[in-house]
């Protein structure tokens, strides 16, 4: 913390050969996030391809790191082909799965949550990743970033690229990973067409192997949140799937139809509660207005039907701003700005597309201010690591790229990208958050099928949750206190699924970041 910078040098990780030297900078001193001063080396004009170390008199050396033009694919692959091992109701084969492979898990059945306990075909989808639960609010935002994603980068998973069974069937294969959540949201409609919130046992089940959990699960209640995310997510599937499978496609689409009519006749339920002795999580969603909006936008551009577009209309008027904050599967509005962004078709009124651009555009000059006066240029600030904070700042970072889509700026670019370096490592405690990555990534991970597995590694490719300054959990709780630096909150551990864990939402989020920096 001297306030004089230390010199740093770079040097060439093979050689040692110094290459580069410069004087630390001081970003910010008694950053509050990180509890320490903040220095910066800059080494910007450094562009030559190799590795390198950056060594700093008087502290040490760093980790070897590379500099590189196609850094990122490598990382997109992992992170999206991370969902071939969240897989349910399949075995994951050796061929593809390799030492994280287990026989089927989850075919049975599961029963409606009510005194009559029908049972209804449940299976497929991918486990959320804390647990084996399945979430309908949850998926459905997952599965649109990830068609989000196709939509921008189309060339960016083609056929073959991830390696899974359905690779080499002409299809881009994140689309058939999709599918693969996609087919098991069409089972989770009920007769009236709502979605059933959520496909759970009755309480947390201790970790066993995929295939070990014999567990009974239960469909629970449909919710407005759930039904008007799926509904949204359906609607978009059937144009995307359209140009390869017409008849599914039109499931996707007529299921959807049933969902807004199911909307239609049930105002927003204020957000799903657990039952008595119910104690899976409950993913409850108390407004559902950015949900119902991004249907009606997906419905509007699904058929072209007035009364979809009529809906969007309304629903715009009732919410000013119309994108006030980043999404997470409790907020899918930028997934409906960005769908409007993108339509070539004029479907909508020119007012709205302006009102849809400002709000971004306003949201992302918010994240670039807060990450300007950051010493770790990151879009949290103290008060803001929550449990899953490493997905809030990567869901900041799609708002950002957004912002570049629709109005480029050197500020924005940079700005996302900063937040996925942090991602990557460069943050309070020199951690890539990424498994399989970096020199110091999880090794412990708060994930079912790793702790239960057999492999001396984690499934690659998860991101975990991130610092929890509000000790979620007995093991942060244990090492931290309430004074504690909020983005030092992290624990390595299986104990800590506050700021361990993994889920198909913050992964979805980071592949789409991946791959924005993959196409540039």
């Known amino acids: ?163 899974i069974p359905e690779s080499g069937n002409s299809v881009p294969d994140l689309l058939d990973e999709v599918r693969w959540e996609l087919e098991w949201l069409l089972k989770m409609q009920a007769e009236d067409g709502g979605f059933y919130h959520k496909l759970t046992p009755l309480e947390p089940v201790k970790p066993v192997s995929p295939a070990k959990d014999t567990e009974p699960r239960f469909l629970f209640p449909p919710s407005t949140a759930a039904t008007g995310g799926a509904c949204a997510l359906l609607a978009k599937a059937s144009r995307v799937f359209k140009a390869h499978d017409v008849d599914f496609a039109g499931r996707c689409l007529q299921t959807a139809l049933a969902a807004w009519d199911y909307l239609e006749s049930h105002p927003d339920d204020g957000g799903f509660q657990n039952p008595p002795n119910v104690r899976t999580p409950s993913f409850t969603d108390t407004d559902d207005s950015e949900e119902r909006f991004w249907a009606a936008v997906e419905l509007s551009l699904a058929t072209r039907n007035q009364k979809y577009l009529q809906a969007v209309k309304t629903l715009a008027d009732e919410r000013v701003p119309l994108l006030s904050a980043s999404g997470y599967w409790g907020n899918m509005m930028p997934l409906a700005v960005a769908a409007i962004l993108d339509d070539a078709t004029n479907t909508f009124e020119s007012r709205l597309r302006q009102e849809a651009l400002t709000d971004l555009l306003s949201l992302a000059d918010t994240l670039r201010e807060k990450i300007q006066t950051d010493g770790y240029r990151l879009s949290l600030q103290e008060g803001e690591f929550t449990w899953g904070s490493n997905g809030a700042i990567l869901n900041n970072a799609i708002i950002l790229c957004l912002a570049h889509r629709y109005q480029p700026k050197p500020e924005y670019r940079q700005g996302a990208q900063d937040q996925l370096q942090y991602i990557l490592g460069r943050n309070p405690l020199s951690m890539c958050y990424v498994t399989g990555f970096g020199a110091h990534p999880p090794a412990h991970l708060s994930h079912p099928a790793t702790m239960a597995g057999s492999a001396a590694t984690p499934i690659p490719g998860l991101l975990a949750g991130g610092p929890n300054q509000f000790l979620n959990d007995n093991a942060l709780a244990k090492m931290f206190t309430s004074a504690s630096a909020p983005a030092t909150v992290y624990l390595d551990s299986e104990e800590s699924f506050s700021s361990n864990q993994a889920t198909i939402s913050w992964n979805a989020a980071l592949a789409y970041v991946a791959a924005f920096y993959s196409d540039l």
């Open 1 to 163: 913390s001297s306030p004089v910078g230390l010199p740093f040098s770079v040097l060439n990780a093979e050689t040692s050969a110094p290459v580069l030297a410069g004087m630390l900078q001081l970003a910010e001193p008694s950053d509050a996030a990180s509890g320490s001063d903040v220095w910066i080396a800059d080494f910007s004009v450094l562009d030559a391809t190799g590795k390198y170390l950056l060594q700093v008199e008087g502290i040490g050396q760093s980790p070897p790191f590379p500099i590189d033009t196609r850094l990122y694919p490598p990382l997109l692959r992992q992170t999206a082909r991370s969902y071939y091992y969240q897989r349910c109701g399949s075995a994951l084969l050796k061929k593809y799965a390799e030492a994280w492979q287990h026989p089927e898990c989850h075919a049975a059945d599961a029963s409606i949550f009510s005194p009559s306990a029908v049972v209804k075909p449940a299976t497929g989808g991918w486990h959320d990743g804390g647990d084996y639960g399945q979430y309908t609010v949850s998926g459905a935002y997952a599965a649109g970033l990830l068609l989000l994603l196709h939509d921008h980068f189309p060339n960016a998973l083609p056929d073959g690229s991830l390696a």
